[in-house]
């Protein structure tokens, strides 16, 4: 018989089904069967279309035009084979296999909008097994049901342009499902810790792009993909209970309540595997809870001309552990950072109007054609304040943090709290295509470029954030961790533009493309032009706001060919061409507020070839105070020996500041100086910095200036102020260990020059050139409260 | 890149060089200790140095110290004797109206136990006049050990560095223990 089915809503079209004769057993007939073979039907359709299928939802409607499910080419049907049995237990076995099928829905739209979400299509095959077996209390044994789709090629395209999806398979496995309903709600009870209900694996080949009209359509579904995304493997196992319930934050709709534990305890398969070139992102050993109150609700809009599709969560909760971290290199079972945990509480604030919610419309950026995605989104990530009823500042009850645990001991990066709204678009873009492409009017390397470039574009309209964090807490445990006195470390993400603290009005656009603009091979690639305005961000602060603050800043930063690989080493973001304009209208000493002023700073920074990597490994052995490699000689030189274990994380900064006045014509306009004007009106510039390698070829600049990083946690000796030994439980003091080294072959100043406060005051000189050569800068710090 | 390599330290550490902070050293009484509000702050411990183990640029004899980080030749300047050779330090040469004024081989460290870091509030100065302020207060350890710390000082022709072509000045060298007390508090003025 064949089974396939549309629900549909709308006029629905079915042609071209295969007809097969069924004919009514007679009772004679009826008590041969004995049941233990069951039924085999092997159908050959001719394909299955639909014109519309439509989800209507307090009066909107959600469709899909032009739906289709077609035979592979070069076929004129396609095959599936249905079983179907009763065990002798009563339990229904439905099984089907569904060879390989082309399906294609031409468009998603909701009524009221002239856009659409785009086209998809591909070719996809599927096994299923549904079992079910009443219990005596009224629910239904879903236990033994499975469904492993694998989907060869699956293409997004908007505008035109494709966005493409290979070897994509989830497979979904009921070991132990029970359903039932309870007033008007749906449950299904996925077991416990012990037996395990659901099997989940998710694997994705490659990512690829065809950005162009010229080659629409000659990719087909077999052609390897010349540039790619690395592939990507989930494995996990999860239990506890997911909830259905008719009804969404208003009126019709639907409410989805999750209360699961997604886990992975196997060594020997990882929970998560990244693969680019064959080297790794690995994670082993994973569990993570994930749980909400009130549920996600899921509605369908109707806002006049303007519908949407709209997600919202009062609250959620999750919190992930994972044992094993590995970064860069083939081999799994090497290059790991530590574990890594953390916990994360997403809250509606009605009072200060924080909200979470996504709200999903059809069509992309203005401008852009009449296809793509626009999200509206917000959030509010929350924390306790902190707790100081033992006299110390310590994290609150509800904490939202991540911990790195590094050779057994652990390092909190506690109360962090985030709200923000904004909207992100969504869009295929092409520079040289001839129908949607666009070159702009000015050059792809001018800060105003307003061309697009080829790729999926995330654009980023006024997306108003603000985030902080309490600070950094270490223990011999992560209870230890979450009694301890907050500190500062927060600041070591500096290197990275992280800041401790930031509120932010944030523009512009990322755009990403597959493959690795360095050397060929898979990896991402993006280009950028962001824009941050109304900022305020700490260099440093504690936990009660004080510190040293940059306000009513702009920032503008552009990157051309910029990248991200796994290499052998580990994680590298190569920044390409970037430059940058760091406008920072008050330092402010205290609050950030009422905090007193340093003046007006500007940055403007221009880099050709920068990177930064992470990879594992920290510190290891260090010799403080002294010098030599094992404990006897760091002592004999006066030193003190300290083994900070294997794990730990080490992350570079390369900077290569090109030298302006070059005539390289992508460097045009552009320079690396700053300006500090004090309250007063003075001000001092340092004009035109670059690094060279030195000697030589002064062009040069394959060294750079570098930033290394060594972070660990580990015990350290501590004398205060009285030369006295510090202990905490009898034990050296457990810190946040931080080993930096700024090291550079030749960093050149052309001029520093300090100009008055009087409107006719002139610049004056004072260094007209300054040259700092073999530079190997360490400080070697470890950080510990102080109670 | 702005270099900021972590832990409030390193940014007051380059606050000192900020000529609008005032500097003030005096050990604080009881009474002045009463008035400060910590609120958490840190324990530094660790050490400070420039080019323990060499620098990128220069290597002083043929080995595998010839090599930089990133697999690239360096050039050879012995900062040493040929008999006893030795790694060169930091180089800083500032131009002049002819020629260069050049710290060269700046090498060394700091070792500490102990530094405090901490931002506090406080009420009064040492006179008892309102003061009312923020500050970053660093508690100096009682000993900073300074390890073979050395530079010299000369004039060049060059910016960048001429083999034998300096004209030394002097040459410094330390060693052995500082004894430092007290706390260092950073904290902007108004500049008339």
């Known amino acids: ?787 | 890149m702005a270099i900021l390599t972590g832990f409030r330290s390193m940014f007051v550490a380059s606050c000192l060089f900020m000529p609008s902070l005032l500097l003030a050293l005096e050990p604080l009484t009881n009474d002045d200790l009463d008035a400060v509000h910590g609120q958490g702050g840190v324990y530094l411990t660790g050490e400070f140095t420039i080019n323990k183990d060499g620098g990128p640029l220069w290597y002083a004899e043929p080995g595998p110290g010839q090599f930089d980080d990133f697999g690239g030749a360096k050039q050879q300047r012995n900062c040493g004797s040929s008999a006893n050779p030795k790694e060169c330090g930091l180089r800083v040469a500032y131009q002049l109206n002819e020629g260069w004024l050049v710290l060269d081989d700046v090498t060394g460290g700091f070792a500490f136990e102990g530094l405090t870091l901490r931002t506090s509030y406080i009420a009064t100065d040492e006179k008892g006049d309102a003061f009312d302020k923020e500050v970053v207060e660093i508690g100096l350890p009682k000993q900073v050990r300074s390890n073979e710390f050395r530079y010299t000082l000369a004039t060049s022709s060059s910016g960048t560095w001429v083999n034998n072509a300096d004209s030394r000045i002097l040459s410094v060298r330390q060693d052995g223990t500082i004894n430092m007390q007290g706390n260092l508090l950073l904290f902007p003025v108004e500049v008339p």
Not at chain 1, 121 to 144: A, E, M, P, V, W
């Open chain 1, 1 to 787: 018989m064949h089974t396939q089915r549309w629900i549909s809503f709308g006029g629905v079209l079915l042609v071209s089904a295969s007809s097969q004769a069924m004919m009514l057993l007679d009772d004679e007939s009826m008590a041969s069967v004995t049941g233990q073979s069951g039924l085999v039907v092997d159908t050959q359709s001719l394909g299955v279309t639909a014109g519309r299928v439509s989800f209507i939802e307090d009066g909107q409607e959600l469709y899909l035009e032009g739906v289709a499910v077609q035979p592979v080419d070069g076929q004129s049907t396609m095959n599936t084979v249905s079983t179907v049995q009763v065990d002798a237990d009563g339990r229904l076995q439905l099984e089907i296999a569904a060879a390989a099928r082309r399906f294609a829905i031409n468009e998603i739209k909701m009524a009221g909008s002239p856009h659409s979400f785009g086209r998809v299509f591909g070719q996809y095959r599927y096994d299923s097994k549904l079992h079910i077996k009443g219990t005596n209390d009224g629910r239904f044994d879903l236990s033994g049901s499975e469904l492993d789709l694998q989907v060869d090629r699956l293409f997004w395209r908007d505008n035109g342009l494709d966005w493409i999806i290979d070897d994509l398979r989830t497979f979904v496995g009921l070991d132990h499902a029970i359903m039932s309903f309870d007033d008007n709600r749906l449950n299904l009870d996925l077991g416990t810790e012990q037996n395990r209900g659901l099997r989940l694996i998710y694997q994705v080949g490659g990512v690829g792009l065809d950005a162009t009209h010229v080659s629409q359509g000659e990719l087909g579904m077999n052609t390897p993909l010349s540039d790619s995304f690395g592939d990507l493997y989930l494995n996990l196992q999860a239990y506890g209970s997911v909830g259905l319930k008719a009804g969404g934050a208003s009126g019709e709709g639907l409410t989805f309540l999750p209360a699961l534990t997604l886990i992975n305890d196997d060594d020997a398969t990882p929970a998560f595997r990244y693969t680019d070139d064959g080297n790794l992102l690995l994670a082993r050993n994973f569990s993570g809870t994930y749980s909400s109150e009130s549920g996600f609700t899921l509605d369908l809009v109707n806002n006049e001309a303007d519908p949407y599709m709209d997600i919202r969560f009062a609250d959620f909760d999750f919190a992930f552990n994972l044992e094993d971290l590995v970064l860069g290199g083939t081999d799994p079972n090497a290059n790991t950072i530590g574990s890594l945990g953390g916990e994360f509480h997403f809250r509606n604030d009605p009072i200060n109007q924080r909200f979470n919610y996504l709200q999903l419309r059809p069509g992309g950026d203005v401008g852009m054609q009449n296809k793509g995605i626009t999200a509206d989104v917000s959030w509010n990530l929350v924390s306790d304040p902190y707790d100081d009823n033992e006299g110390f500042a310590r994290p609150g009850q509800m904490n939202t943090f991540v911990s790195v645990i590094d050779d057994g001991n652990y390092v909190l990066f506690n109360g962090f709290n985030s709200h923000g709204s904004g909207r992100v678009t969504l869009d295929m873009t092409s520079m040289n295509d001839p129908i949607v492409g666009n070159q702009g009017t000015r050059s792809v390397y001018a800060s105003d470029y307003d061309g697009h470039f080829d790729g999926l574009r995330m654009g980023f309209r006024n997306i108003r954030g603000s985030y902080s964090f309490s600070g950094v807490t270490v223990g011999r445990s992560e209870a230890e961790a979450r009694e301890s006195a907050l500190m500062g470390g927060t600041e070591l993400l500096l290197s990275l533009e992280v800041f401790p603290a930031y509120d932010f009005v944030l523009n512009g656009h990322m755009t990403i493309r597959p493959g690795n603009v360095i050397g060929g091979g898979q990896g991402i690639t993006w280009n950028t032009d962001l824009f941050v305005t109304e900022a305020n961000a700490a260099l440093t602060v504690d936990e009660n706001g004080k510190g040293v603050w940059l306000t009513d800043t702009n920032y503008d930063m552009h990157t051309r060919d910029g990248s991200l690989n796994i290499t052998e080493d580990g994680l590298r973001l190569g920044k390409g061409l970037t430059w940058s304009t760091l406008n920072i209208g008050d330092i402010k000493f205290g609050d950030k507020e009422t905090g007193e002023s340093l003046g007006s700073f500007t940055l403007q920074r221009l880099e050709d070839g920068s990177s930064v990597s992470v990879a594992s490994g920290g510190a290891g052995q260090v010799c403080i105070g002294g010098s030599g490699s094992d404990a006897s000689s760091c002592a004999a030189s006066g030193g003190r020996f300290e083994d900070r274990g294997e794990q730990g994380l080490t992350v570079k900064v390369n900077a290569k500041f090109v030298q302006a006045g070059s005539d390289v014509s992508r460097y045009a306009g552009k320079a690396n100086r700053f300006t500090w004007t004090q309250t007063n009106g003075t001000s001092v510039s340092l004009d035109n910095f670059s690094t060279s390698d030195g000697a030589g070829d002064p062009t040069s600049n394959e060294y750079g200036m570098n930033a290394d990083l060594a972070i660990d946690v580990a015990p350290t000796r501590v004398l205060d102020q009285n030369g006295d030994r510090v202990k905490v439980d009898g034990q050296d003091p457990l810190g946040f260990a931080v080993l930096g080294r700024v090291h550079f072959k030749q960093l050149n100043i052309d001029n520093l020059t300090l100009t008055g406060s009087g409107a006719g005051a002139t610049p004056q000189t004072l260094v007209s050139g300054l040259v700092i050569q073999n530079a190997n800068i360490v400080t070697n710090l470890t950080a510990t409260p102080i109670r």
